[in-house]
């Protein structure tokens, strides 16, 4: 049981360069979010899905998209890369029922963009 | 438009003390859930504590309390008897319309702890 892997652990991208991070789950979890952290201001969620096929955007979706079309996968696709992008991008799933409805999170993508 | 606000951003405590980290919300929603993570330097996100809207007691894993004053919207994490490895960062967040199947979650800022010895 592996829980929530995030692939690649560091990337580095040029201005205009688009990438997909990938998140993958293999607990059957129904939720699945994207965060990213930027220092002294926490985690932002930038789109969640609530299952295959659905999903929504969060706080700052801007310049991201992503598609959920298993239970297992959740990819944040970065269409055209920012220097603002630059942070450490969590991926976290959860399951619907019962609580504590507390998230598993990956152990993060740390992206820079020049 | 819910909100999540840790007002502390450092906070130091003597190892073997109690600590705690305030936290303060903001939902219009009756059914929601509170929760704190850890967050240690190696970066990862460890769940600590969960309490419900609905839930009467204050919710308990082992050195950790969540004092949750409903009408205050309050949800402070108390760590009893300080360790050294508690020092690390702590984040409180807030899921909303859990009684409609709501999913979203917000985090706050953060806390960063350091126990010193």
């Known amino acids: 049981n592996a829980g929530v892997t995030q692939t690649p652990k560091f990337q580095v991208l040029k201005t205009g360069q688009s990438m997909t991070l990938q998140c993958a789950q293999d607990?059957?979890?129904?939720?699945m979010s994207w965060y990213r952290q930027d220092p002294g201001m926490g985690l932002r969620l930038i789109h969640y899905s609530v299952g295959a096929g659905i999903t929504d955007q969060g706080e700052v979706p801007n310049g991201y998209n992503v598609s959920r079309s298993t239970t297992e996968d959740f990819p944040l696709r970065l269409l055209s890369a920012a220097p603002s992008q630059t942070s450490v991008y969590f991926c976290a799933s959860s399951q619907g029922a019962p609580p504590p409805y507390e998230q598993y999170f990956g152990p993060g993508t740390r992206l820079t963009v020049t | 438009a819910q909100k999540i606000t840790q007002t502390q951003p450092g906070m130091f405590v003597q190892e073997k003390e109690a600590v705690t980290l305030d936290c303060t919300y903001d939902t219009s929603d009756q059914s929601y859930g509170l929760f704190w993570y850890k967050q240690p330097s190696s970066g990862e996100m460890i769940f600590l504590i969960y309490?419900?809207?609905?839930?009467?007691q204050n919710a308990t894993e082992g050195r950790y309390s969540l004092n949750f004053q409903k009408a205050r919207k309050s949800a402070n994490l108390v760590i009893s008897a300080s360790q050294l490895g508690d020092s690390a960062m702590y984040f409180c967040?807030?899921?909303?319309?859990?009684?409609?199947?709501?999913?979203?979650?917000?985090f706050g800022a953060g806390t960063r702890l350091f126990v010193k010895a």
């Open positions: 309490q419900g809207s609905y839930d009467e």
């Open positions: 967040a807030m899921r909303e319309g859990l009684d409609t199947g709501g999913f979203k979650t917000i």
């Open positions: 607990m059957n979890h129904e939720y």
